[in-house]
């Protein structure tokens, strides 16, 4: 069964480094999706893709955010220069009619 | 604004009982309302949604859910629980009524659900 596949699972780095997080969404699914959990928090929406661009972002999604489908194959999250804040678990998502398909995440580290 | 509640951050139940997660939603649509389950370590995975076509809604591994908009409640339950159900679940709802899986989604906190033997 196809599945959203993220990559790396752990990231650890150092506060102001850019990180790039990837996801390889399910082949015929059109429209991604960035989510990320802070420990111990909701899971909140960070930013929807759709046609090569951003289809909407939520108040979290600022200038140190960027999203690209570099590919016919990946998706990726940028964050330009992390804060220790940005510690959480991110997920990526893909959609069908049926829903929104999630991968495993990756558990991204800011010391 | 769309939000959900979910009652219980931790339920236990022991196995072959009948399973209750409970959920309060909270929307300015006809909502769209799903159940998410994550397993250690794996992606969040869709147990069932909600469309208008019907308020009762079965799902993956004998989970079901029913729609009550006088409650606003979308409870997910099972008849028995199996060892193999521990897991976090989620009650999710979107902000695009009637069925689409389009929007942004909105999640709630979680409940642990844990099986005894």
């Known amino acids: 069964e196809p599945e959203v596949t993220q990559t790396p699972s752990h990231q650890v780095t150092q506060m102001g480094q850019e990180v790039i997080l990837r996801c390889v969404p399910i082949s015929n699914h059109l429209y991604f999706y960035w989510y990320r959990q802070i420990l111990g928090q909701k899971v909140e929406f960070l930013v929807s893709?759709?046609?090569?661009?951003?289809?909407?972002k939520s108040e979290i999604f600022d200038d140190q955010f960027s999203v690209e489908r570099p590919d016919g194959s990946n998706f990726t999250l940028k964050i330009r220069s992390t804060k220790l804040e940005d510690s959480a678990m991110y997920f990526c998502?893909?959609?069908?009619?049926?829903?929104?398909?999630f991968g495993p995440g990756t558990r991204l580290l800011v010391l | 604004a769309q939000s959900v509640t979910q009652l219980d951050s931790h339920v236990s139940v022991s196995e072959g009982t009948p399973v209750l997660l409970r959920c309060n939603y909270s929307s300015s649509y006809s909502p769209s309302l799903f159940w998410y389950v994550q397993h250690p370590n794996k992606g969040l995975q869709l147990l069932l949604k909600?469309?208008?076509?019907?308020?009762l809604v079965k799902g993956i591994n004998g989970f079901e859910a029913e729609f009550k908009k006088s409650e606003t409640s979308f409870h997910l339950t099972k008849p028995s629980a199996h060892m193999s159900d521990a897991a976090e679940y989620f009650c999710?709802?979107?902000?695009?009524?009637?069925?689409?899986?389009?929007?942004?989604?909105?999640f709630g906190r979680g409940t642990q659900l844990t099986v005894w033997p």
């Open positions: 999710v709802v979107s902000d695009l009524g009637g069925g689409s899986t389009l929007g942004r989604l909105y």
């Open positions: 909600y469309t208008s076509a019907a308020t």
């Open positions: 998502a893909s959609r069908d009619r049926l829903g929104q398909y």
């Open positions: 893709f759709y046609n090569n661009e951003i289809s909407e």
